[in-house]
Nanobody, 126 residues
């Protein structure tokens, strides 16, 4: 069973940057699709970025132009570089992986993510 551990969250001011990391317990990159999600208080969890096992990235509209998903195969690690953060980005951020994971960016519906991390908190102040 794949274990995922996120890190890199914290508190920043509006306009600042953070890089989140998601370390996997085993090599996932050629087998699993992976994604970054966030959940703000009182809101549903939403997927904001994904990368396929072939390395193709996809972003939610809210993330386009500001966030970059990437991975380091040698380190079993997935990253999310977040720039120009705003208070609307305040949330708990999670990474997830799944062999058959999929995400419809138009509807926001996602499925097939079998493994989840515990989350890392991001707080952006104005």
């Amino acid at each position: 069973q794949v274990q995922l551990v996120e890190s890199g969250g914290g508190s920043v001011q509006s306009g600042g940057s953070l890089r989140l990391s998601c370390e996997a317990s085993e090599y996932t990159h050629t087998r699993y699709n992976m994604g970054w999600f966030r959940q703000a208080p009182g809101k549903e969890r939403e997927e904001i970025a994904a990368i396929t096992n072939y390395g193709n990235p996809t972003y939610a509209d809210s993330a386009k132009g500001r966030f970059t998903i990437s991975r380091d195969s040698a380190k079993f690690t997935l990253y999310l570089q977040m720039n120009n953060l705003s208070p609307d980005d305040t949330a708990m951020y999670y990474c997830a992986a799944g062999v058959a994971a999929n995400w419809n960016t138009r509807t926001g519906v996602y499925y097939g993510y079998n493994y989840w991390g515990q989350g890392t908190q991001v707080t952006v102040s104005s």
